[in-house]
């Protein structure tokens, strides 16, 4: 099942496994991470790293779909970018606070400031070039230490 997912979303060749259950398919290696209203602020708005926002309900078959490809960019990103998971439903405050009004919903948080939204479904090479875009400018802003060897010191430029 995952060697198909994985043809499916990301253009990789397909093996024997179309047939295989999904109770027999192991877990993707790094599965989003779920927030909640509670924690959304301490997981989310705290973190240094570029968070993704995926905002899903169960009964959205696209956000399915979306999920899967936030699985995998979950996998592709693990040490630039923080993945997780907002269900819609459960969690009314965050979907109220981000003017939620169509799903999937892709947030693209930075420093607790919202950088980018998607809504809808996209490819998967698409949301890859897009989190690739949004790294090359969030990098940017990153502060640079220069060491001065000759007095001991270093600054923040």
Same mark, same amino acid.
């Given at each position: 099942?995952?060697?198909?997912?994985?043809?499916?979303f990301?253009?990789?060749?397909?093996?024997d496994?179309?047939s295989a259950s999904?109770q027999?398919a192991?877990?993707p $290696?790094?599965?989003? !991470?779920a927030?909640t209203?509670?924690d959304f602020p301490l997981v %989310?708005l705290a973190?240094?790293?570029?968070? @993704?926002?995926?905002?899903?309900?169960?009964?959205?078959a696209?956000?399915?779909t979306m999920?899967?490809?936030?699985a995998f960019?979950?996998?592709?990103?693990?040490?630039?970018v923080?993945?997780?998971?907002?269900?819609v439903?459960e969690?009314?405050?965050?979907?109220?606070?981000?003017?939620?009004?169509?799903? $999937?919903?892709?947030? !693209?948080?930075h420093r607790?400031?919202e950088v980018a939204?998607? %809504?809808?479904?996209?490819?998967?090479e698409t @949301?890859v070039a897009?989190?690739?875009?949004?790294?090359?400018?969030?990098d940017q802003?990153r502060?640079?230490?220069?060491?001065?060897?000759?007095?001991?010191?270093?600054k923040i430029i």
């Amino acid at each position: 099942m995952v060697n198909w997912l994985q043809h499916l979303f990301r253009g990789k060749p397909a093996a024997d496994q179309v047939s295989a259950s999904p109770q027999s398919a192991p877990a993707p $290696p790094f599965p989003p !991470a779920a927030v909640t209203d509670s924690d959304f602020p301490l997981v %989310v708005l705290a973190s240094d790293r570029l968070v @993704l926002v995926d905002c899903w309900a169960e009964w959205c078959a696209p956000c399915q779909t979306m999920s899967a490809y936030m699985a995998f960019l979950a996998e592709d990103f693990s040490s630039r970018v923080l993945v997780t998971a907002l269900d819609v439903d459960e969690n009314p405050a965050t979907t109220a606070r981000y003017a939620i009004m169509g799903l $999937p919903t892709l947030l !693209a948080i930075h420093r607790g400031e919202e950088v980018a939204r998607r %809504v809808g479904i996209e490819g998967y090479e698409t @949301l890859v070039a897009w989190v690739e875009d949004m790294l090359a400018h969030t990098d940017q802003d990153r502060p640079t230490v220069v060491a001065d060897m000759e007095h001991g010191s270093a600054k923040i430029i």
